[in-house]
């Protein structure tokens, strides 16, 4: 058996499998379930104004408008009053473990707690992360990378990345996810401060 083309073979089909699903995930369930958020929204923004409305039901509103119960109602009425409501909700939740809980009633604002607090213990989380995220694709993508240097035929090739990919590469996008999360903190930071408009009520 030819390991070269096998080997060929089986990246080449990895490769095409994968393009393929994000392809079919952004074209077409991505439509769908943008109509159905839109006609949520609107039906319960619409109605989150009337003072007959039950609490429990505005919580559980503004946890389906975000699509998480692991932020509070207050929180999420306060980001759907910010400009680029959309963006600054999918910031919140994916950087909320940055910043301290909101809990007063009305006269909100978003501090992030102290380990994030000054700019440079964010800077040098950045850079930190930056490097990780460096180090760990290329130790991940190493064994195609140095395959000309080392001598690796293209089924020793396969069977280090098998094991490098996975591994280092589950490190990189944890890197990764790390630096945007606070990259997204701090946007979300300086757009409450620059372009708060109204609170829903």
Partial sequence: MDWDT??????GFAAIVTAWKTFFDVSSGNKINLREEYNFAKGFLNDSGKE???PYVLSKGYQAIAGTIAVKSNEIEYILSLKDSVQCLRDFIFSKQMFERLEVERDFKLFFKKKYKTKFSRVWRKSFYSICYVIMSFLA????VLSSILGFSSSEVLLKVMFTLPFFGLYAWLSMKACVKIGRAEYLFNNQSQFASRVLL
């Fill in 6 to 11: 096998v080997a060929r073979f089986l990246l």
């Fill in 52 to 54: 007959t409305l039950h």
């Fill in 141 to 144: 993508l190493s064994p195609m």
